[in-house]
């Protein structure tokens, strides 16, 4: 991943332990140049504003898990192992956004909002190439990778919209967790004796 100058990255953590903790619309420049003692002139040499920086920590953020999803792919070589240990990073790296920062992209951010869901989409739909290697092993059923990559997808992308998780009064990583649940144990409980296969 490409590092910014020493500077900018200071900038960058300042705002994103702000946004993170009180969301995009509440954080101003002021609060981001008072937190490093610098001043707001300094910051506008380097982002000429509250969204240029916003765009430069989703960014980050994206390098970050394609990164270490990448390490992921390398480290292990059963599909399972692979699609928990993603499930696990987007918990953790994805879920603090969530609360406050995320829940306004909609609203405040449309277009980078957009940018972030065509990240999200591209990554999902790379599962395919990992389901269909582990029907070929026997590690999944055999399932149709096409189909199964749709239902994932429509899973991520229901856990992943602000208002669905307002409406169901969830957290990002309580959805997250039953989306890996339902995805890798089915809803039906097989130890129910009315159940017949």
Same mark, same amino acid.
């Given at each position: 991943?490409?590092k910014?100058d020493?500077?900018q990255?200071? *900038?960058?953590?300042?705002?994103?332990?702000?946004?993170? @903790?009180?969301g995009?619309?509440?954080?101003?420049m002021d609060e981001?140049?008072?937190d490093l003692?610098?001043?707001?002139?300094?910051i506008y040499?380097?982002?000429?504003? +509250?969204?240029?920086i916003? +765009?430069?920590?989703v @960014?980050?953020?994206q390098?970050?898990?394609?990164?270490?999803?990448?390490? *992921?792919?390398?480290r292990?070589?059963?599909p399972m192992?692979?699609?928990?240990?993603?499930?696990?990073?987007l918990?953790?790296q994805?879920?603090?956004?969530?609360?406050?920062f995320? =829940?306004?992209?909609?609203?405040?951010?449309p277009?980078?909002? %957009?940018?972030?869901?065509?990240f999200?989409?591209?990554?999902i739909? =790379?599962?395919r190439?990992?389901? %269909?290697?582990?029907?070929?092993n026997? *590690?999944?059923?055999?399932?149709?990778?096409?189909?199964a990559?749709?239902a994932?997808?429509g899973?991520?992308k229901?856990?992943?919209n602000?208002?669905?998780? %307002?409406q169901?009064?969830?957290?990002?990583?309580q959805?997250?967790?039953?989306?890996?649940n339902?995805?890798?144990?089915?809803?039906?409980d097989?130890?129910d004796?009315?159940?017949?296969i």
């Amino acid at each position: 991943m490409k590092k910014n100058d020493p500077i900018q990255e200071k *900038i960058l953590n300042a705002a994103e332990k702000r946004m993170i @903790k009180f969301g995009y619309r509440k954080v101003t420049m002021d609060e981001i140049a008072s937190d490093l003692h610098m001043s707001k002139n300094t910051i506008y040499k380097l982002f000429a504003g +509250k969204e240029e920086i916003a +765009k430069a920590l989703v @960014k980050r953020l994206q390098q970050q898990l394609d990164e270490t999803m990448d390490n *992921i792919e390398k480290r292990y070589e059963d599909p399972m192992k692979i699609f928990s240990g993603s499930i696990l990073l987007l918990r953790s790296q994805l879920g603090p956004w969530f609360e406050h920062f995320f =829940s306004e992209m909609p609203a405040e951010l449309p277009g980078l909002w %957009e940018e972030f869901l065509h990240f999200r989409n591209e990554k999902i739909l =790379s599962i395919r190439s990992l389901i %269909e290697k582990g029907s070929k092993n026997g *590690i999944f059923r055999g399932v149709n990778p096409s189909i199964a990559t749709e239902a994932y997808l429509g899973a991520i992308k229901a856990v992943t919209n602000p208002r669905f998780l %307002e409406q169901e009064k969830i957290t990002f990583e309580q959805a997250l967790d039953a989306v890996y649940n339902i995805w890798s144990y089915g809803i039906v409980d097989l130890s129910d004796s009315h159940v017949t296969i």
